[in-house]
């Protein structure tokens, strides 16, 4: 018997993409990651939260060993609602958040509920490779529509949506990472959110707008997110995983009452709940600690590794390589001349120890792009420097 | 805009069933719940497992708070082959092995992989209500096959089977719980489980087999899981969840090797990984504490609640309920007389003060049922006693 000829379709959809060769490569000592958007974790209070964590389990065990509820704690939602609050969402009823076990899991939750097999799901250009392996799994058309250096571009936005509408196609909903997007780092300003918000109504499109990075600016206050002014239209996703611990896994979602009920059923025929150690750790982060003192300290950190990587990058290399300094996040993207393919570079790139997540990983179009995308977040400065030191070479020999 | 307007068809599927009306209503302070699942956590070492989680925290935080690799750690994949030894399956290759956040998400996991939509998944009548809803979800087209006391009855499995085959439907997967099953506590014997596994050969059909209760026998040891033997054709789901805490959220897939790569990468675009501290937290468990002596205790316990309900039923219920005493598990399957539907018998039983599951949840035929289950896992032995004396008059008075 053969098992693999019992796969499904949508398992053999699912991209074993540029990008996963890269996070298996970037495992390799010695080689210098430029690939993974892990957080910088070192002014986390450890001690601290060791007593927390000893409290929740010895004190309080009953309840985080046991099953908890698919909708997550009370204290939680309630906690969630104090950072979209901070992200500009006022006023949030807790009611209306499901906790998920990372903000991947809420994208996930949001494309089973709201697509069938052959929707589309628009997307800009160039997008988070998760949020595309999930709409792969579901199979879900993933279009993409063009961005520039302040993300979606309403008019093509408008186009893009009018042209699906005219084939016939059903959209199951926009997907939009407006604040330091993954990739691109471009940062959508408040009136274009409220255009695109605008198009998306008219259109009769929903929003599923992903919000990581939103608090992550290094010199800007958090433009509020769309869902600030147009709840009615978007289910919003946060997560702890920038702002505290991705390993707890902990995300949540922020959901029109219409589609409360669905989030959080299919949520809980996925897995149940998220791990309830889990919520009460992140809960006692954002109820007994400075988190937003940490947030600050952790966005004065980005700025500087992203400083000493776009230094680095200015002096080494070739200026037909172009490239912008994000105002937060955690990636510079970076474009090679048009003609030359980055994937292949990433090979090289190894060999030279150092590694970095070609353009082809973040669109659903296929062929050459000469994109690639560099991480600073969980790079130290000097280490930032000799990876450049390794990867100019490689890039300008190219050219 | 009505954002319920763009449900996917499989969120209209999704079952806001009688069982989840039952786990709300359970809720309620003062009902007696013989509705849910939950384990006996009071045997637990809290104490200890608190300085665990202390430590994992705050000397390995870097670790815990970070990213881990979407299998599992490579500690808690060893973990889970031990517990796999105790079950039965002797020699299992960690590399084998993906952590998943509870075996709900397993069972998810294998649908999204294996199953079309239109595809059939075979299920024992009756079968989990979670499993039920994630076929649901992946409009999978649950077809059910009779058992016994001794769950599936393997020639009209092959019946099954064939007409399936003649019918020219796909057969993603046959969903069995062969030890102590939820709901019906039939454990399969061993002749039949190798019978089960030879009729899915020949047929050419793939197992998942769900083992949460294996290990929870009151008088019996373990019978090998299928997989032991026949290790190329299943996928096997153990979890942490009933011999240490459901609250954690961590179970396990074996995987034959040619889905294993596949597997993981499903898992990894629905949730990139399992919340890390849990993984931590239930490899210490299985590791650093005497584990078996802990499920040793929780069967003898469990043993003493089942006897405790079994009793009070013979003592109050008609004779023309039927029931059997399980050998092991969480739960009684009983049977009103035909006729008798007990979804509306739910409601009558919470207005004196109890709750139990409809037969209903446990089918994905529609219909009047005159099965219910009842859970003793999680209640004391008193309690248990005063919930039959709610209920006895209940169904008694509806014949």
Known sequence: MDPSAFLSDRAR?????????????????????LAGGNPWLDDLPLEELGRVADELV???????????????????????????????????????????????????????MLGNPGDVVVVEDPTFVGALNTFNTWQLDAVTTPTDEEGLIPAFLRQTLQRLRAEGRRVAFLYTIPSYANPSGALMPAARRDEVARICRE???????????????????????????????????????????????????????????EFYLSAESAYICPSVPSQMLATAFLTRFDWQGHVARCAVEYARR??????????????????????????????????????????????????????????????????????????????????????????????
Chains 1, 2 share one sequence.
């Not at 959809?13 to 010695?30: C, I, K």
């Not at 611990?245 to 009920?261: E, F, T, Y």
């Not at 680095?312 to 090679?336: H, K, Q, T, Y």
């Not at 393919?341 to 997540?357: I, K, N, R, S, W």
């Open 203 to 261: 259109e009769g499109v929903l929003i599923v707008e992903d919000n990581p990075y939103g608090q992550l600016g290094f010199e800007d206050a958090p433009v509020p997110p769309i869902a600030a002014e147009h709840r009615d239209q978007v289910i919003y996703l946060g997560t702890a995983s920038k702002i505290f611990s991705p390993g707890v896994r902990i995300g949540w979602a922020l959901v029109p009452p219409a589609l409360l009920r």
């Open 58 to 112: 010895s004190r309080q065990g009953h309840l985080s060993l046991q099953y908890g509820a698919g909708q997550g704690t009370a204290e939680l939602r309630d906690a969630a609602c104090s950072v979209m609050a901070a992200d500009g969402i006022e006023g949030a009823d807790p009611e209306l958040v499901v906790v998920t076990p990372g903000s991947q899991a809420g994208i996930d939750t949001a494309a089973r």
């Open 306 to 399: 992203c400083d000493a990587l776009v230094d680095s990058m200015e002096e080494s290399l070739d200026p037909r390589i172009m490239f912008a300094r994000p105002g937060g996040g955690f990636f510079v993207w970076a474009r090679m001349p048009d003609g030359i393919d980055t994937l292949p570079l990433m090979h090289t790139a190894a060999e030279a120890g150092v590694v970095f997540v070609p353009g082809a990983a973040f669109t659903p179009d296929v062929g050459p792009n000469p994109h690639f995308r560099l991480a600073f977040s969980f790079v130290a400065p000097e280490v930032l420097r000799e990876g450049m030191r390794r990867l100019a070479p490689v890039l300008n020999a190219a050219l």
């Open 13 to 33: 959809g699912v991209r074993q993409s540029a990008v996963r060769d890269v996070f298996d490569l970037a495992m390799s000592p010695g080689l210098v990651s």
